[in-house]
């Protein structure tokens, strides 16, 4: 149970969930309906927002690619100067904070200033994005295994990825943040050995009432000399066989666009 009466100041980090509020967990919802200070990304739905108090200080940190309002540095600056004043302050990320959400280095600042903190899971975008676009990542017929993988360029500079290691690493494979790169990342997974025919499915807001859902092959996407298929973030690319299920178990949203090998060889396909 949270307690409202404390004094001392305090940083929840939070997982606001994917993109439908109803995926909120009711731990999230208390923490932030008693905060003080609501800092939130990009990524949150505005109805989160809503189960805050009305006189709390909500700060919008930005976290679009391409467009941060705040560094990172900057946001871990503002929470521990709000916990230090004694404030409550709810830190919300859209999906989970610990996968892909910097919780971890959020939680290390807040770890070495000596102040108190909690992480609430949120449900990751990587598994929710998959179940409302029909796609079990693991089933028995078809995979035993998933591996999580940021498709960020900028990440992977930081942190190289290797992927002729990860191309057959694991049965199903869930990129993140993958609109600008899915391309290349299909080039690589092939050239590490991955099929070629090995389907996948690209989740752009997923979870969301205009959820879009993109299903086709490795070599769909890798067909012609300039990228086949280009998307806006945010988008979750789920590859493996088990993407192959969305065409009978897709229930959710729009009805899937389906890119093929050639047709994307004359004109390339944009989604804004």
Not at 29 to 53: F, G, K, T
Not at 113 to 132: F, H, T
Not at 193 to 221: C, D, F, M
Request: charged share 20%.
């Amino acid at each position: 149970m949270l307690d409202v009466n404390n004094k001392i100041g305090k940083v929840f980090l939070i997982g606001a969930g994917p993109g439908d509020p109803g995926l909120l967990t009711i731990k999230a919802a208390s923490a932030i309906a008693i905060a003080d200070v609501v800092v939130y990304d990009y990524l949150v739905n505005p109805e989160v927002l809503a189960h805050s108090r009305p006189r709390a200080e909500l700060i919008y940190a930005g976290k679009r690619a391409g467009e941060h309002s705040m560094s990172q540095e900057e946001i871990n600056r503002l929470l521990i100067s709000r916990a230090v004043r004694g404030q409550m302050v709810a830190r919300v990320k859209g999906g989970d904070p610990f996968i892909f959400g910097r919780g971890g280095e959020e939680a290390e600042a807040l770890a070495e200033a000596g102040i108190e903190w909690e992480v609430i899971p949120g449900i990751s975008s990587g598994v929710s994005a998959a179940a409302y676009a029909g796609i079990p990542l693991t089933h028995r017929d078809y995979s035993s295994s998933v591996m999580f993988i940021t498709g960020h360029s900028q990440l992977t500079k930081r942190r190289p990825i290797d992927w002729s290691a990860i191309a057959t690493a694991a049965d199903t494979l869930v990129v993140f943040m993958c609109a600008e790169t899915i391309t290349q990342t299909a080039r690589k997974l092939v050239a590490g050995g991955r099929a070629e025919s090995t389907p996948i499915a690209i989740v752009r807001w997923g979870t969301y009432e205009y959820q879009e859902l993109y299903l086709g092959s490795l070599a769909s996407l890798i067909s012609g000399e300039r990228p086949a298929f280009n998307v806006e973030p945010p988008a979750i690319a789920i590859i493996g066989e088990v993407a192959g299920l969305a065409d009978k178990l897709h229930w959710f949203g729009r009805e899937p666009f389906r890119f093929s090998k050639g047709a994307e060889k004359e004109e390339t396909t944009t989604v804004v």
